[in-house]
């Protein structure tokens, strides 16, 4: 019997290195569907300082969104209840650059990063309205001082500014602005400010729309106090002035007011400067010389200036023997020198002078008669009556 032996040939499978078969391509990560949208494009410039700037969302909601200026000051702003936009608090900063940082999350649970750069146009000085504020940030002043805010141009759009110029007192009380033109606009409480008040005052006033193109400027801040509560009632019938301080008289002056053509003004007038020594010439009053009532008065002591116009409180030696008895000045209100340096001494600008007994009447603008004006008068004067 012949066997047959069969003998098997494997033939080897060749695989070339590193690859496999069986394998796939990664999958990309997949695309968040939230959508971001800023209400300015990237690297726009020349947006307008007005613009408030917003961002918007679709099929997700907002998680952060930060507005950035060069200097890393950061414009707030605020998310909607539901997450979908957001909008800035504060208007921008002309001639700046600002970055404009976004996170999200899309329905879909993913999480999208989105930033943007811009500037802002140039304003030159020509449209920027600045304010200068009375009083002075820390001065201590008595309890008749409005506050003074002066534009150095015109505030066409006064409802947007006085929305943002804002007044707070301790303790609280009433109060209203009272605009007496397109660059002045003036504050004061219902009653005298109480003694030893503090009173802060910020005008939020940049960038905000003055009107024809105008913006304001810069924000401001002051903080002042009123002092104690000083009171001077001059009656140009008896010729006589009390002094009050804190509700209590401490002094009774004898005093001679306006005669017949110089009648001194009724009314509340309020100090606005002191002089120790003044220089009081008549030709500032329209009385020229060579007229018999002209006066050259130097060194005149203790001058508080009342108006405008030139009313003072002033040391008078030279009409001494009239004070308490007659009128004979030409509308100031004399008294010894004694006397005037007392009140000097004790007197801050904003102290108040409530001046009875004359037919002729204190205005608002000859000096500061806000108090002239009945309250609600005065309220109605706001742009936002």
Known sequence: MLLTTATAVVTPVL???GADPASKEPKKPAEPKVQITPNVEDKATGVAVDKVIKVDVAKGRLDEVMLTGAKGTKVRGTITEDGLSWSAGDVLEPTASYTLAVTATGDDGLQKKSQITFSTEDLGLDRQTYPSIAPLDGET??????????????????????????????PKQEGSWYWVSDKEVHYRPRNYWQANSTINVKLNINSVPAGDGIFGQKNREITFKT????????????????????????????????????????GVKVI??????????????????GDREYYNMEGVKWAMRLTFSGEFIHGAPWS????GRANVSHGCTGMSDENAKFLYDMTRRGDVVETVGTDRQMTFSNGWGDWNTPFEEYRAGSALA
Do not use: W
Not at 145 to 169: C, G, H, Q, R, W
Not at 273 to 284: A, C, L, P, V
Not at 320 to 323: D, K, N, R, S
């Open 15 to 17: 695989v070339a290195c």
């Open 141 to 170: 002043v008595g309890v008749g001082m409005p506050i003074i805010v002066t534009y150095d141009l015109p505030v066409k759009n006064k409802a947007a500014f006085e929305k943002k110029m804002l007044v707070e007192s301790t």
């Open 227 to 266: 002092g104690d509560a000083h009171i001077y009632r001059a009656n140009a019938q008896t010729h006589q002035m009390e002094v009050f301080k804190n509700g209590q008289k401490i002094k009774t002056i004898p005093i001679t007011t306006g005669k017949e053509g110089f009648i001194t003004r009724s």
């Open 272 to 289: 606005i400067e002191k002089f120790r020594r003044k220089t009081m010439n008549s030709e500032t009053i329209g009385i020229n010389q």
């Open 320 to 323: 001494v023997a009239q004070q």
